[in-house]
């Protein structure tokens, strides 16, 4: 009896392993013209972070009350930065983190993989993403270094001074690291597995010396 509850209360560690509750932190972000975000690893997006559905002008506005959280296991961010014509650009900060003065890397062109992209609607903020199209874009793209840009109207009246500029009408995702803005992924707790392993074995003993 002792194996066996030995071995429930080791797969009950391990499917509900106590994770460190990360701080939230805060996004500030602009695009010209439309945006989202994703949580995710390094080889793989996992979920949706935010989701624009505003004009430009007022993307700051909208988000400069939310705070987030990353998924367990998440370590990366994705940032999808979609153009409706124009001059494209991404713009922003995480944890207060001005993405412009980290490492980032900026994806192939992946508009071909959005549903439904219309230019008017991104340009006017609102295209909601799929993550599963976003997801089998990311199977296929190519990384490189993405293109500093100080001079856009957009980012100059954002008040962030520098982003990155993609080409026309076009979608791209810019990847960088949590731990580069001072995010904390949800980390295992070992000192807290620990001592539910030894609670649940406690019990397991205590069982049995009543049914001895």
């Known amino acids: 009896m002792l194996k066996t509850i030995s071995k429930i209360a080791a797969a009950i560690a391990l499917s509900t ?95 071909s993989f959005l549903s439904g992209y219309n230019l008017t609607t991104v340009e006017n903020g609102s295209y909601t993403v799929n993550l599963s199209d976003v997801q089998t874009a990311f199977s296929q793209v190519t990384w490189s270094a993405p293109t500093p840009n100080t001079t856009d109207i957009v980012i100059e009246s954002s008040g962030f001074g520098s982003g990155y500029h993609f080409a026309d009408s076009t979608a791209h995702l810019f990847s960088f690291g949590a731990t580069s803005v001072g995010v904390d992924a949800h980390v295992p707790e070992p000192s807290g597995l620990l001592l539910f392993g030894i609670g649940i074995l406690g019990l397991a003993a205590a069982r049995r010396r009543k049914t001895a």
């Open 17 to 111: 392993a106590g994770f460190a509750n990360a701080a939230p932190f805060t996004i500030s972000m602009v695009a010209d013209n439309d945006f989202a975000i994703f949580g995710g690893t390094a080889t793989s997006i996992n979920d949706v972070l935010y989701q624009n559905n505003v004009r430009w002008d007022s993307q700051i506005n909208q988000l400069s009350t939310m705070t987030f959280n990353l998924a367990p296991s998440d370590t990366t961010f994705y940032v999808l930065a979609m153009g409706g014509g124009g001059q494209e650009n991404i713009s922003g900060k995480v944890n207060g983190v001005n993405i412009s003065t980290i490492p980032v890397s900026m994806s192939s062109d992946i508009r």
